[in-house]
């Protein structure tokens, strides 16, 4: 069998890591090249701000840096904040990155969800869902090649894109309100969880749009493969809770649905389930028994080190694609 498989990352750098960014930011382009050599159909970047951990503030240049060092897998800014960007300067950017790529970047626009920072930008969150809507809409005019209107004045955005239509423009969310926007304006919808997928495909079909069926977004999950899996955990085990804490304190502080939680201790985060080491042995019948045999690798979560994330790569490469 083959087995399909993707990477992403976020660029959390928690200073208990002893990583200098620059550093971080060179091993994600050495991993692109590695993942796109051996076939991987997708590169996914993320977006936050003011992030005290250093979280990716910027996607589009690290895009543009994997877009460069890569020649096959599609990159995926997963997602654009869309009230923190003028639209019309987006759509340029994004269809530089399309030339740039030949047509291998697609973008998920959300609304985001932290309150610091709207506060940082001085944008009013209450705006979010009225800011999305004209970003959306301003990218799938430019990216159309022909002049159209904008905010009462006529423009057009050259040069044209690579790619008939250019990036794809998806939406990403975790309410129903998100997911009915989605099936009005967006070319998909990737959901932060997975509750949501069935009012996105109720606006579908309401809209008389093609049934896009049950959700194929399984629950995200984190995994690292490691020789000796106890050994893996005192390795690992740091940074997936770190990760795990970030993610959920912002979750706790905005109200919304997410899939991280804040937890005291490894052990009570191994309890929850959503993050794994495991041997490549035990991934391999796990891929083998699974409706759908494709690995998210997620390498440098929550800060962890270039080298031990190397360690988990190679084991894939080695033990677990050669095996499939």
Known sequence: MSVMFGLRFDFRNPEFAGVPMADRYAAALEMAEWADRLGAVSLTV???????????????????AMAARTTNVRLMVAAIIAPFYDPLRLAEDLIVLDHLSKGRVDVIVAGGYVGGEFDMFGVPIGERAKRVTETVSTLRAAFAGDPF????????????????GGPGVLLGGSSDAAARRAARIADGFIPSIPD??????????????????????????????????EAGWREFGPYFLHESNAYGKWIAESGTAGPYKEVRDIGGLRAMGEYSVVTPEQMVADLKAAPFAFAMLHPMCGGTPPDLAWSSLKLFESDVLNAL
């Open 196 to 229: 949501v997928w069935d009012a996105y495909r109720d606006e579908c079909l309401k809209l008389g749009k093609p049934d896009p069926g049950p959700s194929m977004i399984p629950p995200a999950h984190t995994v690292a493969l490691a020789l000796d899996v």
């Open 149 to 164: 209107e904008f905010r009462g004045r006529t423009v057009q955005v050259t040069p044209a894109p690579y790619r008939e």
């Open 46 to 64: 993320s977006e936050h701000h003011g992030s005290p951990d250093g979280y990716l503030p910027s996607p589009l240049p690290m895009v543009a």
